[in-house]
């Protein structure tokens, strides 16, 4: 791509954008930065669809370039919730590939952009399908303030005293005027635009905003009879009057009814309509159950698409009766392909609907006849109540956030939100995107926890451990850092930044821990990157670190995938002087394998097996094994979370050599560490 320079473009200040790539992430979460949004980017289209509800972007972009197979399959995960959720979805695809353009059109794509293209042109087709979005939300998708938001919504701006007006280009279509090329017109033409009763309104609310510097509005009719109302106020940044324009629905359109014409139910407008209005009229809750059918994909394609019709037009009568919908205090509408929404107004409680959503799952999953054929459904429900200043499109993302655990979890086919409740993909993709900032302001700390000697009780040790203190969450542990980590593949920046930053830190340890070891984690992506242990071996020297006093950890689970390169990786690290150790060791596949085939020096047991041997005498059968196993091949036993002096007791008893865990310390600074190494 043509780097044109993207950094004054209005893409919204940090307005959220979701963004799929197979190939180019990274490259387009860059010039997504530099245009202004915010960008949830993914490689993966493991949970897609959640990631998407969850980013609250209006626009998701999925990256086909070189991926045909995987682009056809996220837009097919991902075009039900952009339809419901009144969003936009932008496939790239490659020229070669052009020809599958109307494909991911039928699927359920909005637009589309042909490469090669340049920088300014993705940022462009982005902010057409930005504008797609906020056009068919009709209203209902809340605008985002952003840099020149002006130029992109129905406005206009006068200086007191001054013979012109400046006009948004989107009010110069809207009212048919021409500008000069810089957007000024003359204020008498944009006056002659109204009726007369509009123009005295127009005079009388400017005089009144110039006298008093108080909001106010008027309205008029503009030629085609429509009624147009001007909020003014004063700009306080740029001086001058502000007026932004809004076109008022008249009485006649308001009153057409929203039908879906394949099931004849009410469309995802009107359903928008009405939990505006229901929301609007006190504190009581709106309930809303989101239900989408599935296995659609494979009946159209076994039978064609007018048995799929059919099958669809009998499901929405099925939903009907169990809902037995009066427009009062229940609704039911189609809001995407296969997603219907049952609306209950207040007094409506959680309680209910989860009564109502099991109603329809056993509906919609007895047999429906088409012809000579039976054919089965299944479905999940999302269900969510109203919170304090929802509207409809919150109150819909919510549903369909939880409509998309629903389709994750195997739990069961409905998933209720409580009120309140934040769904998991919401945080994190809250997290993917404050991660990514943790790490370019080096905001990830490392601490220690020691490790001591059950025959001696000196401290011999030390594991260092990432910890994250997130201005809003609080502290973060390293499993939770690099489970974000994982999911935004980020995992292999934030396991150098850990590692290097532990081992310098270690290196600058007082003269009071120099005879201490350092253990330090490397995970199942680091195994498998080319030329790892040469790296990792080279940083150590860097800091200056003794080789022969720092170990390595693997886990168990890091060990599964390619048995044969954590060997040869392991092997290298071990005759570059360091230690290897098996980390988490029970929490897995435990396999005799490991311990046969690696080189290993220390064998760290999970806490959960040290928690056992302080239970039954089965339980304690099963840790001695474990330690007789090990002691048997010459390794040495660490003992993971011991937190009570009965579990190190039954540990020394059993020939467990070292423990770590609260017994003996908290992680602490390296500060803290001197001195409990002192005493």
Known sequence: MADEGTSRVNG????????????????????????????????????????????????????????????????????DSTEANAAALLVLVSRNEAEAIDRFLEEGATHFLESPFSERQFVQAVEFAERHAERVGGGHRERRAQPGGRERSPSWRWQPGSSEVELSPVLARKMGLVSDGTGRIPLMELFRKMDPEGQRAARGALDRLVATGEPTAFAHADASGARIAHHLRIDEEAGGVLGLAETIPSAASL??????????????????????????RGQDAVVLLLVAVSRFDAINAAFGRATGDAVLQAAARRIERVVDADSHTRFVARVAGTQFAIALAPPATLKEARFIAGEVVEGLGRAFMSGDHVITLGS???????????????????????????????????????????????????????????????????????QVSITTGRIVG????????????????AVTLFS?????????????????????????WPEALKDLRLAVNITAADIVR??????????????????????????????????????NLLASLREGGLRVAIDDFGTGYSSLAYLKALPLDYLKIDKRLCEDIAGSPRDRVVVRSVIDMARSLGLGVIAEGVETQEQLDLLAEEGCTLYQGFLCSRPVDAATLAGLAAA
Do not use: C
Not at 61 to 71: F, K, L, M, N
Not at 462 to 477: K, T
Not at 534 to 540: C, D, I, K
Not at 543 to 551: V, W
């Open 12 to 79: 919204g200040a940090s307005a959220p954008l979701f963004i799929l790539s197979f190939r180019h992430r990274d490259e387009l979460t860059r010039i997504a930065e530099a245009a202004g949004w915010q960008p949830i980017a993914a490689r993966r289209a493991l949970n897609a669809e959640s990631r998407f509800i969850a980013s609250g972007a209006a626009v998701a972009v999925v990256d086909a370039r070189g991926a045909p197979q995987e682009g056809h399959e996220a837009v097919l995960a991902l075009a």
């Open 255 to 280: 009153s057409l009814p929203a039908r879906d014409p394949m099931t004849g139910l009410r469309d995802v407008r009107a359903a928008r309509e009405w939990l505006d209005a229901k929301l609007g």
């Open 380 to 450: 999940r429900v999302g269900v969510v109540a109203s919170e304090p200043g929802d509207d409809a499109a919150a109150l819909l993302r919510r549903a369909s956030a939880a409509l998309a655990e629903a389709k994750a979890a195997d739990a069961g086919p409905i998933r209720v939100l409580d009120a309140g409740a934040q769904s998991e993909n919401a945080l994190g993709n809250r997290l993917e995107v404050d991660l990514r900032r943790a790490l370019d302001q080096d905001e990830i700390e490392i601490l220690f926890q020691p």
């Open 462 to 477: 030390a594991e260092a451990l990432a910890r994250w203190r997130h201005p809003d969450f609080g502290e973060l542990g």
């Open 484 to 508: 974000v980590a994982e999911r935004s593949d980020y995992v292999t920046q934030l396991s150098d930044h850990v590692q290097r930053k532990a081992i310098s830190a270690a290196a600058a």
């Open 530 to 567: 080319p030329g790892f242990a040469a790296q990792f071996l080279e940083l150590v020297d860097e800091s200056a670190f003794d080789r022969a006093r720092l170990t390595v950890e693997v886990t168990e689970s890091g060990l599964i995938e390619d048995l044969s390169a954590a060997g």
